[in-house]
């Protein structure tokens, strides 16, 4: 992957889109403009030619009375609620734009071009594989990964104890020759206190 | 893979979240709920600033006008921002145009290509199935990255492997890139190819 075209590909898919919610909030931004528009401009015409004015104009606020609502026009928990929603979304659009927004995704390499695997393909992929080589029943082994590492938890039966430490190196050897970007650690525990009747 | 900018997504979500929290805290002092934010200098000054800028704009019809103007094309501008959101898809995945003083222009669609894909993938041991798009790509990309590349620009393919539980993802890399050389030869043309390998939903769709 040593094209540019392909490294920006990857890099998209790495990283979620904020597509949906920078127009949702674009849009409700644009909607409050609007509004402020309409009162500005019904304004501009009273005071431009009061005589043409249509009488629906009246039942437009002027600016003065825009502003004086939150002194107390409207009532005072009203305005705390609307105080407490535009906060709100505003501490929601603010986080989405400011969270790194990564997909727990990793990048292979491949000569032809941009090539991404879910951590969960690599997670399935290794507790399989640890339930082959400790002898248990798949459904012993649990795997989750983190931005660094993938956890394979094994809970075998009582009395029966799989060698950790061979576990812990074929995890290795699968995540060395698979390679990804950025790198995965591979994390083996076995549980001491094993499952009663489990295989 | 949309062409939709990122950078601008993300300075837009900061600057419209920025000015929301910062009118809520104005209309919490306001309401002099808080009353130590009430306190604040910045508040006063704030809402001091708010009510001649009202005064004003009440006092002059071209102040009023003018504002009223802005505020609508800012209004615009962010209609069309969230309008021009998640571009890019497209349904031709390929483009031959017409040789010199011909007229035999080649547009091969994504199905078309689905087909191919899905039916190479027949043989696939590690990935469940293959699910192809297409997105477009500029002219200028295509050329910086060493792709053929025509006047209307091309378009990158995304092919999305959904690998079967527990399968080895060297085995399902391995599957769709001979899924893509296949491809190469069957279109005779080197087209971007995106791969990303996606875990099945289903629990019984086991490795063979």
């Known amino acids: 992957m040593t094209r540019p075209l392909d490294a920006r590909h990857a890099r998209r898919l790495r990283h979620r889109s904020r597509s949906l919610s920078a127009a949702v909030a674009a849009l409700l931004a644009a909607?409050?403009?609007?509004?402020?528009?309409?009162?500005?401009?019904?304004?501009?015409?009273?005071?431009?030619?009061?005589?043409?004015?249509p009488e629906v104009l009246g039942a437009i606020l002027t600016p003065t009375q825009l502003v004086g609502l939150a002194d107390g026009s409207a009532g005072q928990w009203v305005l705390v609620a609307i105080a407490a929603a535009v906060g709100v979304v505003g501490l929601a659009a603010l986080l989405a734009g400011v969270t790194p927004s990564i997909r727990p995704r990793r990048i292979l390499r491949d000569d032809r071009g941009a090539v991404l695997v879910d951590d969960d393909v690599i997670a399935h992929h290794l507790a399989g594989r640890a339930a082959v080589?400790?002898?248990?029943?798949?459904?012993?082994?649990?795997?989750?990964?983190?931005?660094?590492?993938?956890?394979?938890?094994?809970?075998p039966a009582t009395g029966f104890g799989p060698?950790?430490?061979?576990?812990?190196?074929?995890?290795?050897a699968a995540l060395a020759e698979l390679s990804p970007v950025p790198p995965l650690l591979a994390r083996v525990r076995v549980a001491t206190n094993g499952r009663v009747g489990a295989s | 893979m949309t062409t939709s900018n990122r950078v601008a997504a993300r300075i837009l979500l900061v600057t419209i979240g920025a000015l929301f929290v910062a009118a809520s805290l104005l209309l919490l002092a306001r309401t002099e709920v808080v009353a130590a934010l009430s306190a604040t200098?910045?508040?006063?000054?704030?809402?001091?600033?708010?009510?001649?800028?009202?005064?004003?704009?009440?006092?002059?019809?071209?102040?009023?006008?003018?504002?009223?103007?802005?505020?609508?094309?800012?209004?615009?501008?962010?209609?069309?921002?969230?309008?021009?959101?998640?571009?890019?898809?497209?349904?031709?995945?390929?483009?031959?145009?017409?040789?010199?003083?011909?007229?035999?222009?080649?547009?091969?669609?994504?199905a078309a290509v689905r087909d191919i894909v899905r039916h190479v993938a027949d043989d696939a041991r590690a990935v469940e199935k293959v699910d192809v798009h297409a997105y477009r790509v500029s002219r200028r990309a295509l050329a910086r990255s060493g792709f053929e590349a025509h006047a209307g620009g091309g378009a990158a393919l995304l092919m999305t492997g959904t690998v079967r539980r527990g399968a080895d993802p060297r085995d399902a890399h391995r599957e769709l890139s001979a899924i893509v050389e296949r491809l190469d030869q069957a279109l005779d043309v080197l087209v971007p190819v995106v791969i990303e390998l996606v875990p099945t939903r289903h629990r019984v769709a086991r490795a063979a």
């Open chain 1, 163 to 172: 060698d950790r430490d061979a576990l812990q190196s074929a995890a290795d």
């Open chain 2, 41 to 110: 200098t910045i508040a006063a000054t704030a809402w001091s600033a708010l009510d001649e800028a009202a005064v004003l704009a009440e006092g002059s019809a071209a102040i009023a006008g003018a504002a009223a103007a802005v505020a609508l094309v800012a209004a615009a501008l962010l209609v069309g921002f969230a309008l021009s959101r998640g571009r890019g898809r497209t349904s031709t995945a390929l483009v031959l145009p017409a040789e010199t003083g011909g007229s035999d222009r080649v547009e091969l669609s994504v």
């Open chain 1, 133 to 155: 080589d400790a002898g248990v029943a798949r459904s012993a082994v649990s795997a989750y990964t983190t931005r660094r590492a993938v956890t394979v938890e094994i809970t």
């Open chain 1, 31 to 53: 909607g409050l403009l609007a509004a402020l528009a309409t009162v500005l401009a019904a304004t501009a015409w009273r005071q431009a030619a009061p005589a043409s004015a």
